[in-house]
């Protein structure tokens, strides 16, 4: 059984943390105007817990703002990304399945 504080990574750009050959956690950090200038998207689906900070989400086309306490979900390829503007954002995420192994 993993069990990790997700605390101990708050800053860090990213860590994973724990991960089988099903799904992976990880978490992540993003800095104050973070804008990574293009879309990504995954092999299977992914969820982001807003930890801390907050950004404005883009999801297949429509953009909403998340704050600390929100959950996201991101279907399976679908094109999505995350800029911050004055706040950065620290977040956990999971993969299902994960894009490698």
Do not use: W
């Amino acid at each position: 059984m993993d069990a990790v504080n997700l605390f101990e990574f708050r800053g860090q750009a990213f860590k994973a943390l724990c991960k089988t050959d099903r799904s992976t956690v990880d978490v992540f950090t993003l800095p104050p105007n973070h804008d990574p200038g293009h879309e990504a998207a995954h092999k299977g689906d992914q969820i982001i817990y807003v930890i801390d900070g907050g950004a404005t989400a883009r999801v297949a086309g429509e953009e909403r703002e998340v704050k600390a306490g929100d959950v996201l979900m991101i279907p399976a390829g679908t094109l999505h990304t995350l800029r911050t503007a004055k706040q950065s954002l620290f977040a956990m995420t999971i993969m299902a399945p994960p894009d490698h192994k």
